[in-house]
């Protein structure tokens, strides 16, 4: 945690929303005991990792199954996000960097 901001590491990497559902909410469980889903908008940036010459995943998938993971634990529903910013890049080994931040109400923009 950085403030409102939530910065979290999976050390996987896979488009199964059941996976990251059970990884991210068995992490929420150990280290957030109390921590509820909050109302709001939200920006989320994913970052996808892969290892040079390992399988590239689908960007689409991996965002939707973070999302559906984040839902009930970070924000009540992936349709509060109003931001997203998804990347792929070569790292070190195959991973999910997400960060999800509360959008403060001077930053959302009326449509």
């Not at 901001?5 to 909410?25: A, E, M, N, P, Y």
């Not at 689908?58 to 970070?74: I, N, P, Q, S």
Request: hydrophobic share 40%; no cysteine.
């Amino acid at each position: 945690m950085a403030g409102d901001s939530l910065h979290l590491r999976v050390d996987s990497l896979t488009s199964q929303t059941r996976r990251f559902k059970v990884l991210i909410g068995e992490f929420f469980r150990t280290e957030f005991e109390r921590a509820r889903p909050k109302w709001g908008p939200y920006e989320v940036t994913i970052v996808i990792e892969r290892a040079p010459g390992s399988p590239v995943a689908d960007t689409d998938r991996v965002a939707k199954a973070v999302l559906d993971a984040l839902g009930g634990v970070v924000f009540h529903d992936d349709s509060q996000v109003e931001r997203l910013l998804v990347e792929k890049v070569v790292g070190e080994r195959a991973r999910v960097r997400v960060k999800a931040r509360p959008i403060p109400a001077g930053e959302v923009q009326a449509a």
